[in-house]
C-alpha cells in the first residue's frame, strides 16, 4: 500500500511540478515518477501551457490567414502544438493559402535546398529558410532529394534536431544510464529518447548478467558505508541492481548515526519538515527541507573535522574528504543550501546547534 500524501508534500508539488524535472520530484519527496504524475493529475497542475479560450479563438480566425511558423511565433508555442490543436479543431487551409506559402519558395531557395540537402545538417538548413523539420522534409521529398514513405515520421513538432555528438552519447551510455537520467543529460524529454533509440535499434539486455564472486565480496564490503554512485561506476550496474542484490544478501545500510538521531530529534522537537536519508544524483543528503535546503551531519573521524585534525589521517579520510567535495558541488549546482553539523559542536554547543538548525530552517 502506497503512502498517503502529506499536505507538506502537496505544497511542495503544486510549488515546484512546473519548475523541476520530474526525477528531481521524485527523489525529493521519495516517490515514483509515476505516483507524481497521477497526483499532478488529480490536482490539475500541468507542465503545458494550457489553450485558453483567446489562443484558440486567435487560431481559428488566423488559422487560414497565416503560415503555422507565425501562428507558433504569434501565440508563443511550437509549430507542432499548433498542428495537433488544428488537427483537434479540424481546422485545414484553404488551397488558396497553401499555394500561397509554396510561393514563398523562392528559386534561390529551391536551388539552396538541392544543393545542400545532403551536404549540410537538417538543423542548419532550417535555420537558413526559415521553416521547420517537416516542412523541410516534405520539400525535399517534392523535389525528388529524399525518397517518399508511407510511414515518413517528420517529428515537425520538435526544433531540437539530433547531432552527431548526442547520438554517439546515446550509444556509449543507452546500457549503464536508465531512460530519465539519459534524458536529463541530453536535455531532452524521456519520449524523444525512447523514440530515438527505437530508430537506431538501441536495445538493452534481456538477461541481466551474474553477479561474480568478486563482486559480491566488493558490494558486501562497501555497501554498508560505500557511496552508491562510487559503487555503480566500479561494478558497472544500475543502483537498482545493487539494491536488490544487497536484498538478496541480506546486507544493510548504516543509514543512521547516533548524531543522525540526535539531529532528527531536533528537527521533530521543532516541528521542522524533512526528508531523511533522500537519494539526489546518487549522493545521499542526511535531511532534506521542503524549502530547498540541506541538513548534513558530520561525524569528527570520518569527515576529518579541521578542529581536530590538521590534515587526513589515513586513506579513509582522504576518501571521505573527495566525496564531500563531490557532493558538495552536486547539491550546489542543483541550488541547494546546505547546513554542515560536526559532531564536535553537537557535543560542546548544543544549544548553538540548536538555535543554527531554526534560524536556517526559516531563512
Known amino acids: ?92 487551409k484553404s488551397k488558396e493559402k497553401i499555394n500561397s506559402i509554396k510561393r514563398k519558395w523562392t528559386l534561390e531557395k529551391i536551388q539552396f535546398l538541392k544543393d545542400n540537402y545532403k551536404k549540410v545538417p537538417p538543423n542548419e538548413i532550417c535555420s537558413k529558410l526559415e521553416i521547420n523539420l517537416g516542412t523541410l522534409y516534405r520539400m525535399a521529398e517534392y523535389y525528388g532529394l529524399r525518397e517518399k514513405t508511407n510511414s515518413t515520421i517528420y517529428h515537425a513538432h ?49 538477461k541481466k548478467p551474474v ?15 560505500g557511496l552508491m554512485i562510487q559503487m555503480s561506476q566500479h561494478l558497472n550496474r544500475t543502483f537498482k541492481s545493487i539494491h536488490t542484490k544487497a536484498n538478496e544478501l541480506k546486507l544493510n545500510r548504516d543509514v543512521s548515526t547516533y548524531i543522525e538521531r540526535e539531529v532528527e530529534e531536533i528537527l521533530k522537537r521543532y516541528y521542522i519538515e524533512y526528508k531523511m536519508q533522500v537519494n539526489i544524483r546518487g549522493f545521499i543528503a542526511d535531511f532534506v527541507l521542503f524549502n530547498n535546503k540541506i541538513i548534513e551531519v558530520q561525524g569528527d573521524y570520518w569527515h576529518c573535522n579541521p578542529c581536530i585534525y590538521d590534515g587526513p589521517k589515513d586513506e579513509i579520510q582522504r576518501n571521505k574528504i573527495k566525496q564531500d567535495k563531490m557532493k558538495r558541488g552536486c547539491f550546489n549546482e542543483l541550488g541547494y543550501k546546505i547546513l554542515y553539523i560536526w559532531e564536535l559542536d553537537l557535543n560542546q554547543k548544543y544549544n548553538q546547534v540548536v538555535n543554527n538548525i531554526k534560524q536556517f530552517a526559516v531563512q
Open 1 to 92: 500500500m502506497m503512502a498517503a500524501w502529506s499536505n507538506s508534500e502537496i505544497k511542495f508539488l503544486e510549488k515546484h511540478y512546473k519548475t523541476l524535472q520530474l526525477s528531481q520530484i521524485a527523489m525529493i519527496l521519495r516517490k515514483t515518477p509515476r505516483s507524481i504524475e497521477q497526483k499532478a493529475s488529480r490536482l490539475g497542475i500541468r507542465k503545458t501551457k494550457r489553450w485558453t479560450t483567446e489562443d484558440l479563438t486567435l487560431l481559428t480566425v488566423n488559422y487560414n490567414l497565416m503560415s503555422n511558423p507565425e501562428l507558433a511565433d504569434k501565440l508563443g508555442r511550437t509549430v507542432g502544438s499548433i498542428e495537433r490543436k488544428a488537427r483537434m479543431l479540424n481546422l485545414k
Open 158 to 206: 520538435s526544433s531540437k534536431v539530433w547531432n552527431e555528438e548526442e547520438i554517439s552519447f546515446l550509444q556509449e551510455h543507452f546500457m549503464k544510464f536508465n531512460q530519465q537520467q539519459l534524458a536529463d543529460s541530453l536535455n531532452r524529454t524521456k519520449q524523444s529518447i525512447q523514440k530515438k533509440m527505437f530508430y537506431e535499434g538501441l536495445k538493452k539486455y534481456t
Open 211 to 225: 553477479w561474480s564472486n568478486s563482486e559480491i565480496s566488493y558490494l558486501e564490503i562497501h555497501y554498508k558505508h
